[in-house]
């Protein structure tokens, strides 16, 4: 039977969130023969090679070690998508488990599609507070990874980007920077299209910014970005490789600008005093396409007073 996924993951000494991630993997629906899982440890000192090779009965797994030279993620990703066999890759990140029709959903979007395709999945639970996730309780440690997005689903931990999925609409390709939300933590490509890009930038040593940095470049090459509520996953809580996200995504902001000079991307760092920064909301309200119909003015009234938030990727 032929590889027509692969499942590329970068891990770093979180073993236990890596198991539970292959688990989930282990109970596709998708013909375990339709694809393969890779593994690249960013120089971890764990385990996760062990834990790799006890699921070699279920899944066809490989592991490769790379040396720990600092944060790496897109070194790793890079490494995985060039060993990659599938003619489509799923980026998932360690502790983000898929639900159980989640492959077999990429597959079908991107078998029947007429163009090149980037599909965003849909991440249950990521960056939801602990409040949340404490509401859900013993729900969350069951091995059915449907039940339990059900759950999240029930207590509102939906996907962070649903706020924008509500004012701009689910049809991410109307968007005018859809590659903001091309988020790795669960997305897919085509294999030969990442390859034609360049693949991620190996320079961005520091978390977040070199996954919208490539889906800067599959949108430069025409890439129909979708996103698809039915590729269903949930982030495992955990936590952060960084202490501050604001400053970290308003670097990377910086440099996709820097790098690309876009009229879209110079909007990066523009202050809508959001509650979460939306690039996309941005663009559509100084250019006086309000969301949803709303005016800017209006849209600016309603946002005076409220905290300002860096402005950039995630």
């Not at 279920?58 to 066999?85: C, H, M, P």
């Not at 997305?187 to 996954?211: C, H, I, P, Q, Y």
């Not at 690039?279 to 559509?284: D, E, M, S, T, Y």
């Amino acid at each position: 039977m032929t590889i027509e996924i692969s499942v590329v993951i970068p891990t770093y000494n979180r073993a236990p969130l890596l198991r539970r991630t292959l688990d989930a993997l282990r109970r596709q629906t998708l013909d375990p023969g339709r694809f393969e899982v890779v593994v690249v440890d960013d120089g971890g000192s764990d385990d996760a090679e062990d834990v790799v090779r006890s699921f070699a009965g279920d899944l066809d797994v490989k592991y490769y070690w790379q040396e720990d030279a600092g944060f790496r993620a897109g070194k790793a990703r890079n490494v995985g998508t060039a060993i990659a066999s599938g003619r489509y890759v799923v980026y998932v990140d360690t502790g983000v488990l898929l639900g159980s029709r989640t492959l077999e959903t990429h597959l079908e979007i991107h078998s029947r599609a007429t163009y090149p395709t980037v599909v965003v999945g849909y991440v249950y639970g990521f960056e939801s507070d602990a409040s949340t996730f404490a509401a859900v309780g013993a729900g969350l440690d069951q091995p059915d990874v449907d039940a339990t997005i059900g759950l999240l689903h029930e207590h509102g931990a939906l996907d962070v980007r649903e706020k924008q999925y509500q004012e701009l609409g689910e049809i991410i390709a109307g968007w005018p920077a859809p590659f903001d939300i091309f988020w790795t933590c669960h997305a897919s490509a085509d294999r030969e299209e990442v390859l034609a890009a360049g693949m991620f930038d190996e320079s961005f040593t520091s978390w977040g910014g070199e996954d919208v940095d490539l889906g800067v470049r599959l949108f430069q090459r025409n890439n129909l970005f979708v996103m698809e509520r039915a590729a269903r996953s949930f982030h495992w809580p955990h936590e952060k490789e960084v202490d501050d996200l604001h400053e970290s995504s308003a670097n990377a902001a910086d440099r996709i600008h820097e790098k690309y000079g876009l009229w879209v991307t110079s909007f990066y760092g523009k202050d809508l005093q959001d509650d979460k920064y939306s690039l996309n909301k941005v663009i559509r309200i100084f250019t006086g396409n309000g969301a949803q119909g709303e005016s800017p003015a209006t849209e600016a009234a309603g946002r005076s007073g409220e905290t300002r938030k860096e402005a950039g990727p995630r």
